[in-house]
């Protein structure tokens, strides 16, 4: 296979704050809106486009605002995760309602009870979730291998509030997404459509995520899905260690916050596309 070749084209991405940023997670790409400004092609909203490893949602809420959410998928293969994007979706008046009655109560003792309890059983599961999600240690969003939350919780004992505008704007965004709960194989026989591929960064050793992909599955459903749509990758590996094609072209991100195990000023990733972003055919 030969080794990708690497754009002179540079970004950096500094502060993620803005109108698709949902809740903190390690990785997440709300701050990249400037860079899927200039490789998300024009075109891509005419087919569908599917968040292959949804995670915080960005990517999804990201197309959504641009595109429009009726050609959008939004897919993780943790149902704790789909479920809470259910209800940003279809109920965010009850999942506010729902936050606020944890922030009525919240405490370390009652962040770790919360911690105990079941995050899937519909509105309940997906207002914990979130709660939990708002209040862990430096946004470290964490599921053991039996798919429990364990992050610690945030130094500060006092629950954040909730910006209300931005999570009504993004359900208004998203009421059309489609939301599933699937393995990232079980697209492998898309076609004519825009992939975006985050998978939970591979080769990483401090168990961050759960369901992390194999990285020689991983580079087996690029090599199936590339001939047959437009994809964009999201990585923290360099091309070659996930099995990236050399038809490839590779941006690098400077990240201006930290990531995963690294200090804030080594964080770094690529974005790998298959396509020239400003053609409008693969």
């Known amino acids: ?33 400037d860079i899927f400004d200039d490789l998300v092609p024009d075109d891509a909203g005419g087919g569908k486009i599917v968040d292959v490893f949804g995670g915080s949602g960005a990517f999804a809420i990201y197309c959504c605002f641009r595109f429009g959410s009726d050609n959008v998928v939004y897919n993780d293969n943790n149902p704790v ?3 809470f994007m259910t209800f940003v979706r279809d109920d965010v008046a009850g999942l506010l309602g729902e936050y606020e009655r944890h922030r009525s ?6 962040f770790l ?86 998978p939970p960064y591979m080769n990483n050793t401090n168990a961050h995520y759960n369901g992390v992909p194999a990285t020689d599955s991983f580079a087996r459903f690029v090599r199936a899905t590339t001939l047959h749509n437009r994809v964009m990758i999201s990585e923290q590996n360099e091309p070659d260690a996930i ?20 200090t804030q000023r080594e964080s770094a990733e690529i974005i790998a596309i298959n396509y020239d972003p400003h053609e409008r055919t693969i």
């Open 113 to 198: 009870g919360v911690r105990t309890e079941s995050l899937t059983d519909g509105l309940r599961g997906a207002g914990r979730f979130l709660y939990l999600a708002k209040n862990a240690f430096s946004g470290k969003i964490r599921f053991n291998k039996k798919n429990k939350f364990n992050a610690p919780m945030r130094k500060s004992t006092g629950c954040p509030s909730l910006s209300e505008e931005r999570l009504r704007a993004i359900s208004d965004a998203v009421s059309r997404m489609v939301i599933t709960n699937k393995n990232f194989e079980e697209f492998q026989d898309i076609r004519d459509a825009f992939l975006y591929l985050d």
């Open 1 to 33: 296979m030969a080794a990708a070749s690497t754009s002179v084209r540079q970004y950096e991405v500094r502060n993620g704050r803005n109108r698709c940023h949902l809740i903190p997670y390690i990785g997440n790409k709300s701050g990249f809106s």
């Open 105 to 110: 109560m919240s405490s370390p003792d009652y």
């Open 81 to 83: 995760l789909a479920n």
């Open 243 to 262: 099995g990236i094609p050399g038809s490839y072209r590779i941006y690098r991100i400077a990240l201006r916050r930290s990531l995963q195990y690294v």
